[in-house]
């Protein structure tokens, strides 16, 4: 067994994967580690044997090279595996590894689907802060992802903020932009988090009264809603702790119309569910 100990990038895995497959090395024979991670207890070592003379070639195609970087991103014990299996069997001259209805390649193209997912979530989701330090960059913002989408996703925010500022901050790393350039970090630094996690909105406030009041029970679909919002995320959104009042009440009965509460009980015309018919 060939204990292959990096620092768990694309970029790192990359070539190794090629000093393997040159010489040779079978899916099975080869254990992933991540940094510090432990390694299997009974596992023994071997040495990485020499590739043949001439090298083995090695072609690989230029979109599977894309695909296995964004599945890469996909957090899960066997990413590493999965992709070296892939890339072994198109070496070998099995091109179904990477289509959708082989095994591999379907469990391929659904991690792809759920890294693109979340990067969609962060950028619809993710909530900036202005801060008060003059230190400090201009905005700020904390977000929990799923998997590792924080550098790929985040140039999405350089685009649309101009000169200003930003820092986003996540369990495992982070993004700041100073106006210029990107700076990334990983893990996150603990002043940064320190920052992102305490950063207040002052407009939070004035923010939850509006969502409160356009909020319409009679539209309410609790299942595509947390299919589009998961509740995960609801703990860091400013209206986060309004979601789950405001679905109770909708529950309770409020569904018979269309307003939230505070809206219906003004003057003027009451808007009803519509009936089924009409």
């Known amino acids: 067994m060939h204990q292959v ?4 990038r694309f970029d790192e895995w990359r070539p190794l994967a090629r000093d393997l497959l040159a010489a040779g090395v079978e899916p099975h024979q080869v254990e992933w580690l991540n940094g510090d991670a432990p390694s299997s207890l009974f596992t023994q070592c071997a040495d990485l044997p020499e590739p043949g003379n001439p090298p083995r070639p090695i072609r690989i195609p230029k979109q599977l090279l894309a695909e296995l970087e964004m599945a890469a991103r996909f957090r899960s014990d066997d990413r590493w595996a999965l992709l070296y299996r892939i890339l072994w069997r198109v070496v070998e001259g099995e091109r179904t590894a990477c289509l959708v209805g082989d095994v591999d390649g379907s469990e391929l193209h659904l991690r792809i689907k ?35 989408i924080l550098l790929s996703a985040a140039p999405h925010f350089a685009e649309r903020m101009g000169l200003h500022s930003w820092l986003i ?3 495992d ?38 969502y409160e009041s356009t909020f319409n029970p009679a539209r309410l679909n609790r299942q595509v809603m947390q299919s589009n919002l998961p509740v995960r995320f609801w703990k860091n959104l400013p209206e986060g702790p ?16 269309g307003q939230a509460e505070r809206v219906a009980q003004r003057p003027g015309k009451r808007i009803g569910m519509a009936h089924q018919g009409n």
């Open 242 to 257: 309004l979601i789950g009042q405001l679905m109770s009440r909708a529950r309770a009965g409020a569904q018979q119309n």
């Open 169 to 171: 901050a996540t369990p």
């Open 114 to 148: 759920a890294v693109r997912r979340e990067a969609h979530h962060l950028h619809a989701f993710l909530r900036f802060s202005p801060s008060e330090a003059s230190d400090a960059p201009d905005y700020l913002a904390w977000f929990e992802p799923a998997h590792d």
């Open 5 to 8: 100990r990096f620092d768990g």
């Open 173 to 210: 790393d982070a993004v700041l932009w100073d106006g210029r350039a990107m700076h990334y970090a990983s893990p996150c630094p603990p002043a940064w988090r320190q920052l992102a996690q305490g950063a207040q909105d002052p407009g939070a406030e004035l923010w939850k009264t509006y």
